[in-house]
Each structure stands twice: as C-alpha cells, then as structure tokens.
C-alpha cells in the first residue's frame, strides 16, 4: 500500500486539541464536516509552513491555524474592518490606510461596509451560481475560518498571543466566520475600483443650491451636463487622484523565460510583485497539498486561502498589476433644483438613499451611534470628487459601476491555476473562473513556453462605446488619464457595458478581446501595458481602457527588458554563456543596476548637469559611483534625490520617445536644461540639509521600515530611476530616525525553474519575513538574508519537506 504524504510528513508530533468553532449563519455556514478537521503543518526553516491534508476543508483549516499563527493581528483587523467595526474598537477619526490605495477615516471605512454588508452583498453572490464560488473553495473557506478561531482557542483567547501588537485587544476575538473571510476577499477585489474613493463615496451629500460660494457653476436652468472646468489637473495629479501615481506606482516586474533561451530547455520564471511592508496587503508564504489532488505552493496575500504567486510541478506563475481600469463613472443629469433626482430615459429617477449607524467609541471611552446616509443608482455608489473632476454639482452627479463588485470568482480562479499543467491550462482555468481582479500575468511551464496575458476583469466599454457615450467631462478624463466617463442617462441601454458571447458573465470583456502572448523566447512586465510582452512583437488592437499602445515604457520596464536582453547577449558579466540558467536568473534580482543612471550617464550627461549645478564633492561622487543600488554603493542616493526631481521636468530628453524603438528611448539627458541643473542643485541642498554625506554608503541609509523592524540595510532603489528590485519609503513618519525606511515593494520574490526528470528548483525571500509578530525570529531572518542577496532553497518534495523540517505538529477540529 501506497504509503500517503501525510504521513510521511511527520517527524515530530504536537497534537493541539479539538476546537470547536462559532459557525456563520446563511449562505455561507460555517458547519465542519462530520467527521472534523485534520490537517499536518510543518514548518521548515524561517517558518514556512507546509500544510498537508486529505480534504479542502481540513487543508483550509491548517491554513487558517498556520496563518494565525504568524500574523492573527494583520488577520483580526482585516475581520474588524470588513465588519465596519473600526471606529467602535479604535474610534472613528484614526485614519486607515492599507498601504495601497485606501485612505480614509475609520469612520469613512466602516460607512462603507457596514452598507456593504447590509445590502448583503457577498450573501448574494454566494448564492450566484455564475458569480459565486464553487463547492471545493466554499469547503476551503468555511476550514480556514475554522483554523483561525482554533489558533486563538488553543492559547487562550487574545491574552495569550505573542504579539504585542493586538495583544489583549478586544476586537481580537475567536469568532471570524467564512462569511468575513468572504468580504475580506471581496475587499480586496474592490482594492484598485471603489477602495480608491472611500472618503468621495462616505461623504458624499447634495450641494447646497443657495450657496453661490461653493465652487461651482450656478444651477442650470434646464437638465445638462457639466462641463469640466477651465484649468483642469495635470495627466500626472489626475492619475495620483485615481490611485495611479506613476512616480509610486502599485507594481512588480516578472519576466518569464522559455526553452528558447534557457540553459534546461524548459521554463523559468522571475517574479518579484512590489506590495506594502505595513499593513494588511503582506504577502505570507505556505505550501497546500492534498495527495494525488492538488499540491501548490508560493504566497498568497494574509486572509487569502489560496496561493495568489507560486508554482506546481509543471507551471509557475507571478502577477504584475495591469493598467485596465475596473470601472466607470457614470455621469447622471440632475433636474434643476432637484439635487437627488437624476433623468433616465425612463424619467426622473430618485438616487436611492442609503441609511447607515456605525457606533463610534469616545476619548472617554463610551460608545454612541453615528448615522450617515449613502447614495447609489442602479450602477453604483454616488461620490463627489472634484479634485478628480467627478462633483456632485448643481447639474450633475456620478456613480462608479465596479466590474469587480460584481463577482467573488478569485479564489476559484487562483484555486484552479494551481492544479494547471502549463501555461496554455493556466490562462483556461483563469478564464473559466473570471475572477482576476486586477493583474497581468506572467507564466513558463516545463515544457518551455512563456506566457504574459491580461485577462483580468475588465468592463467590456469598447472604443466606438467610448466615442458614443462619453460626457463632456469623460471626453477630458479620457484624453488625460484614458478613463472612459459614460452617459447614465442611457446606462440601462445604449451605454451600457456590453457583453461579449465568451465572457463567462455579462458586461465584462472575454478571453478573445483581452491580450496575450505566448513565446518560446521570453516575455516580461513591470506594470506598463500590455502593449509590448517582448519587444519582437507588440500586442495592439485592443480597447483602450485596457491601456496604451504604441507608448513609453518606464525604466524599470526598460530595465527589466535589459537584463534578459544583456544575458542573451553575454553582456552581463553573469556568465560565459548566452542563456539564462538558473543561477543566472536569480542573480538578475539582486543586480541592482539603476537603469536612469545608465541613460543620463551616457556622454557624461550627469557629469555635466553636476558640475553646473557647482555639485562640488558630490560630483566626484557620482562620477565614481558603481551604478548599482547595492547597500555598499556610494552615490545611489545622490543620484536618486536628483531623478526624484528631474524625471518630469519638460525636455528631459534630447532624444523623444520612438515607438519604432522602446527599448533605447528616450534618451541623452539634456544638460543644457535649466530645470535639469535645478533639479540637481535642489537635491544636493535637501541631502546636505538633512546631513547626508555625499558619499554615505547606500546601506547605513536605506534600511528596513516594516513594523517593529531593526534597521536592516536594504539593497534595491526607488522604480522610477529605474531599479527593477524596487524599493520605496512611502511612510516617513513611521521611522522619522531612519533617512530611507523601506515600507513597500519588493516582497514575495520567487526564482523558479523546471529541470530535468520532473524535478524543480525553486528559490525564494520573502523581504519583510514570515511572521508579523515582531518578537519572534521570523519576523526579520529573511529580511538579513534579502539584505545579504541570498535566498531561500524553498523545500518543495515530501523528502525535501523532512530535511528542512524544524517541526510537525497537527491541528484538528470541528
């Protein structure tokens, strides 16, 4: 008899006792099965946890225990916000920020959900059959809220956790249900749609028509539309209003590489997504098996039952955030004096009001309940947003249709990838689940193949749609931000979104009319569109609210095209070879080369701009610099002050962008631009302000700034110089002491390569480190090692699993 990798898995064995957990009630109960939850975890060195069960309930059940046991905190605030708890437990003017693009009060944050949740939505797509999820991950789901509460059960409650971050806390409560988990998945979903205007939803209310100081132009006497006003934002501040900075983009890079260009004549992939340090999007690491059925292993977000970033034995795959919008604003004419009533082709339609009580603790500790009044149309919720050209004025009011509140497919789509056989199986099982929310995807399978495709949830608002329906305001956010604004007179007709007949539901584009490309080369993407996978053959046709076409790419894109291009070429200096191997793959992450440099570099461009910006001991600096983001590089900040000022400045470049040549343009900085030498010469004065050596090692400035993090140098750099390992301090305040304190990007990176006779090597760091609990060990060794440039062996077959095992235990329940 076949002996099964359950057993084989326990080396030592810690049996934590029955748990018996608080079920959900409705759709989604959470009743375990008769015979309970069994599942064997064990982790290997820096805590990754490998969690083997004969079930999908039980498999979820040891996930759910796992992940508590690294990051409960993380998970019990992700419960109490999609509960529109916030401002009960931590008052309602405390900001939260996910790190990503929601930014609002607790307040603001529980208005929105608590609605959410009392027009029970996720109920409602539970029941879907078409727009819910399937049998296995509701079994998955209902398990992994299970194991939550049996972590918190088995040390008492929230007085016995280890972290003091949310120890003793009240809001930590062993109660989460699969309908929680349910909405933190759909949360996330609406992560780059309705999360980006919290605050422009909550607060949204009529305009005062008796005031005539508010802004706007006066009433209309009959029903138009409002015209954009004269000075509008830059393309730049309205793409940072719309959760879109291109200077702090919401990115990663992955490169895929088939047998045409490897040294094993199969595939390997890169991927390296670019996620926050702080706060609730943390990736964590964990290997799923069920024998004979389903063995995955990678990253998933915290609060994600499935591997969103991994690999099985024949198919590894990353994600890099896509430039497709999720939604469109709907823009609705108002009857004169009549702020609340907007025409359709109907009549007059009355906004539906939405009613909402949040309690809201005090200073002093007592509690009262806070009402507040939503708005919605049919399409969506109203806001009033007019720094993004999107008011409730006197003529007319917008609402948001979201493509991605319209499903809760994502984790059926990531739990079938995982089971794919090559890339060709992976892109099928993601169409047939619909449920990408917002990511491209890259892809190489053991047989050789790279795969880059967007076929995310996409609202099906083709071109000629565009042209027919967009308001005047659209026509200007479409030229400026390529956001297609439609006519909500006719949304219930002519303008609303179509359908196409292999869309696995209505209004969103199908497989057939979203991109992709598989090649036996390699393919690539750092967040730019889907315009150009591999220079040899751009991808053009589709619908512009995918993205652009025919446009420049960044220089981390650029970057990201070199390093594959140098190493075919034997340019790198990694090996002798012209292919890429597996070493050579790995050691492209931690290459640090900063591409912006390489480019103003080039004919002593810098040089010159220093020297006229009287640069003095800073410009023998950078002349001697390495070029690289490396902890012992001398110059890196010098350089990076200076781009952070420079890349936007008008005629940068001498050379313009050339669609016939991407690759190398533009280029030739332009030393003879005023703006360029100011940019230098205010650089230099803020680091000498801040008393920054010039020639202060990269390392004693950029350091780790996760919570609770010791000062760790880091390596890697700012994307928009052109660091493809990209790092970024976007919350100063959290570590005032500290000049570059990392709080995002570079996270979850995995190296994967097929071999030979089925086997695989995969290498992995997860940047921040396993555990969130900032007294435990695991919560900085990987950051030493990702510092160090090394990385993680990730043990992947049953044998490997038993090396490396630090220790087995099972967790078992009902």
């Excluded at 509960?83 to 920020?97: E, I, K, N, V």
Aim: glycine share 10%; with cysteine.
């Amino acid at each position: 008899m076949r002996r099964s990798r359950t057993a084989a898995a326990l080396l030592t064995l810690a049996l934590v006792p029955g748990l018996v957990t608080l079920a959900s009630a409705g759709a989604s109960s959470g009743a375990a099965p008769a015979d309970g939850y069994r599942a064997t975890i064990t982790r290997t060195q820096h805590g990754i946890p490998h969690i083997v069960a004969d079930d999908f309930g039980s498999l979820g059940y040891g996930e759910g225990f796992a992940t508590a046991e690294t990051s409960i905190c993380n998970l019990a605030d992700t419960v109490l916000t999609v509960r529109g708890q916030r401002s009960q437990y931590l008052g309602p003017d405390r900001h939260y920020r996910d790190g990503v693009t929601l930014d609002a009060t607790n307040l603001q944050t529980d208005t929105l959900f608590t609605d959410i949740r009392n027009r029970r939505v996720v109920q409602r797509l539970l029941a879907d059959p078409r727009r819910g999820p399937g049998r296995q991950t509701r079994s998955l789901v209902r398990g992994y809220a299970a194991g939550v509460n049996a972590y918190l059960r088995s040390v008492g409650g929230s007085r016995g956790i280890h972290d003091p971050e949310c120890r003793g806390k009240p809001w930590v409560q062993a109660n989460a249900t699969p309908l929680d988990i349910w909405y933190a998945v759909y949360a996330a979903n609406l992560l780059a749609s309705t999360g980006v205007f919290v605050p422009q939803i909550a607060d949204a209310s009529p305009r005062d028509l008796t005031n005539p100081t508010d802004g706007l132009p006066a009433a209309p006497s009959a029903p138009g539309f409002a015209q954009p006003p004269t000075q509008t934002p830059s393309r730049k501040q309205l793409l940072t209003r719309l959760g879109r900075d291109p200077d702090s983009p919401f990115g990663s890079n992955a490169t895929a590489v088939g047998s045409g260009a490897t040294t094993t004549r199969k595939g390997m992939l890169l991927g390296n997504p670019h996620f926050p340090w702080r706060g609730r999007y943390r990736f964590t690491q964990f290997h799923l098996t069920v024998p004979g059925r389903y063995d995955v292993a990678g990253a998933g977000l915290i609060g994600s039952p499935v591997v969103n970033i991994g690999w099985n034995n024949n198919v590894a795959w990353s994600h890099t955030v896509s430039t497709a919008y999720r939604f469109t604003p709907y823009e609705y004419r108002l009857v004169p004096g009549r702020p609340t009533t907007y025409l359709t082709e109907d009549g007059p339609t009355e906004l539906t009001q939405r009613v909402v009580h949040v309690r809201v603790k005090h200073p002093d500790g007592t509690t009262t309940t806070v009402t507040r009044t939503l708005y919605r149309t049919h399409e969506g919720y109203v806001l009033d947003a007019p720094d993004v050209l999107m008011p409730w004025s006197h003529a007319s009011v917008f609402a948001l249709r979201d493509a991605n509140a319209e499903h809760l497919r994502t984790v059926d789509t990531f739990f079938q990838m995982a089971k794919a056989h090559d890339v060709g199986s992976l892109l099928r099982a993601q169409d047939r689940g619909a449920g990408m929310p917002w990511v491209n995807t890259i892809a190489a399978d053991r047989d050789g193949h790279a795969l880059y495709a967007d076929h995310s949830v996409v609202p099906n608002v083709p071109d000629d749609l565009v042209q027919q329906c967009s308001t005047p305001t659209g026509v200007v956010l479409e030229q400026l931000a390529g956001l297609p604004a439609l006519d909500g007179t006719r949304a219930r007709s002519g303008c609303a979104w179509r359908t196409d007949a292999d869309a696995e539901r209505p209004g969103i584009f199908g497989p057939s009319h979203l991109p992709r490309e598989v090649r036996r080369d390699w393919v690539a993407n750092a967040n730019d569109s889907y315009w150009l996978p591999n220079p040899k053959q751009p991808l053009e046709g589709y619908p512009g609210i995918i993205g652009c076409e025919r446009c420049e790419r960044t220089l981390r894109t650029r970057m990201v095209y070199r390093y594959v291009l140098d190493r075919l070429a034997g340019t790198d200096g990694l090996a002798a070879h012209h292919r890429v191997s597996p070493t050579t793959l790995a050691a492209t992450e931690h290459q640090n080369r900063v591409y912006g440099a390489e480019v103003a570099r080039a004919g002593g461009d810098l040089d010159t701009v220093c020297r006229l910006a009287n640069g003095g001991s800073a410009c023998d600096v950078l002349h001697g610099w390495d070029g690289h983001s490396d902890i012992d590089s001398r110059g890196t900040h010098v350089f990076q002050e200076f781009w952070k000022r420079a890349q936007n400045v008008p005629g940068l470049w001498q050379v313009p962008f050339d669609a016939a040549d991407p690759v190398n343009t533009p280029r030739d900085l332009n030393q003879a631009n005023p703006l360029v030498v100011k940019a230098m010469r205010d650089a230099l004065d803020y680091l000498h302000g801040r008393g920054i050596a010039d020639d202060a090692r990269w390392g004693t400035l950029q350091v780790a700034g996760d919570d609770g993090a010791p000062p760790i140098p880091i390596g890697g750099g700012e994307g928009f110089a052109g660091n493809v390992n990209a790092v970024s301090s976007r919350d100063p305040a959290a570590n005032p002491d500290r000049p570059y304190a990392v709080s995002y990007g570079s996270s979850h990176i995995q190296a994967v390569a097929f071999l030979p006779d089925r086997r695989l090597v995969a290498r992995t760091i997860l940047t921040y480190s396993e555990s969130m609990d900032r007294t435990a060990a695991t919560s900085s060794d990987q950051t030493r090692l990702f510092s160090q440039e090394r990385w993680v062996r990730f043990p992947w077959t049953p044998a490997q699993v038993r090396r490396d095992a630090v220790r087995t235990y099972v967790v078992s329940g009902r």
